[in-house]
């Protein structure tokens, strides 16, 4: 019976059926218990997450679901090695990119099995975007120009160098000019995507506040009351917790 939940958990987190994913970490609080065997980090056959299904696939309210429970691992590696944070840098899910780089615990750093970081993948995909968004979070990315990825020729590259083997111009010229100033590239690149000091500040504070609600919504019995209004007040179907989730949503 647990396998099922849990599969069912991942199903509607793939699937971005965000209600059901509310629902199910309401319903079974010894999810928190691996001994139960039913886990919010519950991994399929290629060690794929509820976590990685959700970000590669661009579910944001999933994600932060997700995030808002006290169990989850962030930076669980899937069978080649990649965490959610890498599939969705690889696959430019720029939301969700932004949503797990303003989350603390997830390491933006951590290599696959081939050593290539989330960095390292986006730039192989030409994700513009995502690289860019990771730039602009200030976190530490790592050695641009050292560290290095096995590529599928079986050469090692850096992140540099790959973007100059591969011939990926807009791509290059975004990461040289990092690698030859980095707070200066950072700073206009957070201007050219509008992401003045205030703004900043407000995203990072706003979306912790939406998560402590969110977690605090999962984890008491009031859930179905918080989850809708049931025939309160005319032409209002959303509670509190959607609220949140709705309010959410622009600050990715």
Known sequence: ?????????YNA???????????????????????????????????????????ISGHVEVVKVLLAHSAISVNLQNRNGRTAFSKASEWGQVPIVRLLLK????????????????????????????????I??????GDVNGQK???????????LELARELVKNEVL???ERFVANPTQTRQEIRKKLKWTGLLLH???????????FISFFISTDSFLRNRNFAGGIPRCSRGPLDVCLHCSRDLY
């Open 1 to 9: 019976m647990s396998l099922a939940v849990a599969e069912k958990l």
């Open 13 to 55: 987190a793939a699937f971005d059926r965000v209600s059901e994913v509310l629902s199910l970490l309401q319903k079974h609080p010894e999810i928190n218990v691996n001994r139960f065997g039913f886990d919010v980090n519950w991994r399929d056959p290629i060690h794929w997450t509820p976590l990685h299904i959700a970000s």
């Open 103 to 134: 989350d603390p615990r997830v390491d933006v750093t951590l290599g696959d099995d081939g050593g290539r970081t989330p960095l390292w993948r986006a730039l192989h995909e030409e994700r513009r975007k995502a690289i860019e968004w990771l």
């Open 136 to 141: 602009a979070s200030g976190r530490d990315l």
């Open 149 to 159: 990825g096995t590529h599928w020729d079986g050469k090692e590259y850096s992140a």
């Open 173 to 175: 010229a975004v990461l």
């Open 202 to 212: 407000f995203h990072f504070h706003s979306s912790s506040c939406y998560l402590n």
